[in-house]
């Protein structure tokens, strides 16, 4: 069984970081394309990070150059590093999994068939 869960999420001052992971079960992350999505109150789910099984990476272009995404494959486990934090980074995170042998990402959520509950973080200022 599939199993995604996301961790890490809180509150911090603009400016601040957080690490967010998401534990993979039922299946290996190391070759899979993996994302993380956000969505604000009122707003659209959005991409914000991809990876694919090549380690190949993609951002949104408001988190270029202080959000980073990896894996950790020894613990089967997704990262998001989130530096410079600011308001608008404000929402709940999930990660996502495209299973399998994935060599291209890519940041449409119907790509991703497995879903984690969502961490929150919330950025005041």
């Known amino acids: 069984q599939v199993a995604l869960v996301e961790a890490g999420g809180g509150s911090v001052q603009a400016g601040g970081s957080l690490t967010l992971s998401c534990a993979a079960s039922?299946?290996?992350?190391?070759?899979?394309?993996m994302g993380w999505f956000r969505q604000a109150p009122g707003k659209q789910r959005e991409g914000v990070a991809i990876i694919d099984g090549d380690d190949d990476t993609a951002y949104t272009d408001s988190v270029k150059g202080r959000f980073t995404i990896s894996r950790d494959n020894a613990k089967n486990t997704l990262l998001l590093q989130m530096n410079n934090l600011n308001p608008e980074d404000t929402g709940m995170y999930f990660c996502?999994?495209?299973?399998?042998?994935?060599?291209?990402?890519?940041?449409?959520?119907?790509?991703?068939?497995?879903w984690g509950q969502g961490t929150q973080v919330t950025v005041s200022s």
């Open positions: 039922g299946f290996s992350i190391s070759r899979a394309c």
């Open positions: 996502a999994a495209r299973l399998g042998t994935c060599h291209l990402a890519v940041f449409r959520e119907s790509f991703y068939r497995d």
